[in-house]
């Protein structure tokens, strides 16, 4: 074999390679865009599941009328519904979390506001009003990163925020007795083992001090927040785990 033939077949041996290599790659990320896509479907399956057991937790915190609509819109992927607070109509997923972690005692629908704002969140996140990615180098790496933060930061408001009455926002981890017993404080300032017996929960025998909080909310939340940890490490930027007070600086509508 001359040496131009050998060249000639060195040259073609490697251009298959890169050929090759180019075509695996591709063909990978593509497949991370579709498990992009799996990650957004599932994290809206447990946002559902989120809002069903939060309103039958908060009863008087969400609309009856505006239910379908907020359903609809979290189970086909849609992002149509906006609502009026203040005769201002809300746009992004910050206007919806400001509300709806505002500490005015007078808001009303509160778990809908929570809601679409993480609904929205999601939804801008993956860009679906753009449709199905081609591959993974469509996305953003840091907004995946952001998504983290702002889930682990509005899992934390959900568990400890309070309206100007000293009141929870949204009842989730509590059990009854202790809701009954912070409201109780506020117009007795000696608590006593009577008194805490005679709470309605606790003389009913519905609950006893001994039972356990409520984890389903915060379990139900962790699964929405895997999913995007998941993504993020899909385009290649896996978030660090960091304290409440870092996240807390990422996050606008603190």
């Not at 929960?201 to 984890?215: I, V």
Request: charged content about 25%.
């Amino acid at each position: 074999m001359t040496n131009g033939l050998k060249c000639l077949v060195c040259a073609l041996f490697l251009s298959g390679c890169a050929t090759s290599h180019e075509k695996i790659s591709e063909s990978l990320q593509s497949h991370g865009a579709t498990l992009l896509n799996r990650d957004f479907k599932k994290a809206s399956e447990y946002l559902y599941m989120y809002k069903e057991k939060l309103d039958l937790r908060n009863p008087k915190a969400f609309s009856p009328k505006a239910n379908y609509a907020i359903v609809h819109d979290i189970k086909t992927s849609q992002n149509t519904l906006r609502i009026t607070y203040n005769e201002r109509k809300l746009m992004t997923y910050d206007d919806y979390l400001k509300v709806a972690f505002d500490k005015n005692p007078s808001i009303t629908d509160r778990n809908d506001f929570l809601i679409l704002g993480l609904h929205k969140l999601l939804f801008e996140t993956y860009q679906i009003e753009k449709g199905h990615r081609i591959t993974t180098l469509s996305y953003q790496q840091d907004a995946f990163k952001k998504l983290y933060y702002y889930l682990e930061v509005i899992k934390w408001k959900i568990k400890t925020a309070k309206d100007t009455n000293g009141n929870y926002l949204f009842i989730t981890w509590q059990n009854n007795w202790q809701i009954e017993l912070e409201q109780k404080l506020k117009k007795e300032t000696k608590p006593s083992w009577e008194m805490l017996m005679g709470l309605p929960s606790l003389k009913s025998g519905r609950e006893t001090l001994l039972d356990a909080s409520n984890t389903n909310f915060e379990t139900l939340f962790n699964h929405i927040i895997a999913h995007a940890k998941n993504s993020a490490r899909i385009v290649g930027d896996e978030p660090i785990d960091v304290g409440i007070e870092a996240m807390k600086s990422i996050v606008l509508f603190l």
